[in-house]
């Protein structure tokens, strides 16, 4: 069953950690991207990824930081300079920039 | 101004009727046009996706590219409860160009 994975659904984080958020597709796409969803302010780009061991920043980079060392898998790391964390981080990928994007089902982040 | 203008709603609607969401944009580069569907906590779905101007049907929905007016539109026929969510277009130039985003227009169908 071919699609986006995001895991987990929900995550806490303390003040002062990084965490990681998974990303994983089987749909062999070669354009992956994160981005962060806030109530009334739409979808912002964070990362994105043309191919495999190359990414480039966003809109709204700082404080993030990403890999991608496979094809399949676009892990997000929020790191603790990321002063607003709490959001909806959607997953998505297309065979091409500028194809078709499928979502994942995202992952809710807060901070406590 | 931003790139990309929708409605942010919500809109209305009886079970039934047919439903118009529309987003108009400013960068005449663009020419790839999609539209999703996001129910509350999921992720967007992609339910259309079009090239240049013209218009696309897939059962109950058709989706309209008017670039010399720089509006797409979406129309829901017979409109169900089930269709409420948040619809959002979605935009880019061709060549490596990352999607613009409307910010999504919450559309609620009543029975």
């Known amino acids: 069953d071919g699609g986006i994975t995001q895991s987990p659904k929900y995550l806490f984080r303390k003040e002062g950690q990084n965490v990681t958020l998974s990303c994983e597709q089987n749909?062999?796409?070669?354009?992956m991207y994160w981005y962060r969803q806030d109530p009334g302010q739409g979808l912002r780009l964070i990362y994105y990824?043309?191919?495999?061991?190359?990414?480039q920043k966003g809109d709204i980079a700082e404080g993030y930081s990403v890999s991608r060392e496979k094809k399949e898998s676009f892990p997000l790391t929020v790191t603790s300079a990321q002063k607003n964390p709490t959001a909806f981080y959607l997953c998505?990928?297309?065979?091409?920039?500028?194809?078709?994007?499928?979502f994942g089902q995202g992952t809710r982040l807060t901070v406590v | 101004q931003k790139e990309v203008e929708q409605d942010p709603g919500p809109l209305s609607v009886p079970e039934g009727a047919i439903v118009s969401l529309n987003c108009t944009y400013s960068?005449?580069?663009?020419?790839?046009f999609m539209w999703y569907r996001q129910y509350s906590r999921k992720g967007p779905e992609l339910l259309m996706y079009?090239?240049?101007?013209g218009n696309k049907e897939d059962g109950r929905f058709t989706a309209q590219v008017d670039k010399s007016s720089k509006y797409i539109s979406l129309f829901i026929r017979d409109s169900q409860p089930s269709d409420s969510a948040t619809y959002l277009c979605?935009?880019?130039?061709?060549?490596?160009?990352?999607?613009?985003f409307g910010t999504g227009t919450r559309l609620l169908v009543s029975p």
């Open positions: 998505a990928s297309s065979m091409q920039m500028n194809t078709e994007a499928f």
């Open positions: 749909l062999n796409h070669d354009a």
């Open positions: 990824s043309q191919i495999v061991n190359d990414f």
């Open positions: 960068n005449s580069a663009f020419q790839y």
């Open positions: 079009t090239y240049s101007s």
């Open positions: 979605a935009m880019s130039a061709s060549g490596f160009q990352k999607l613009v």
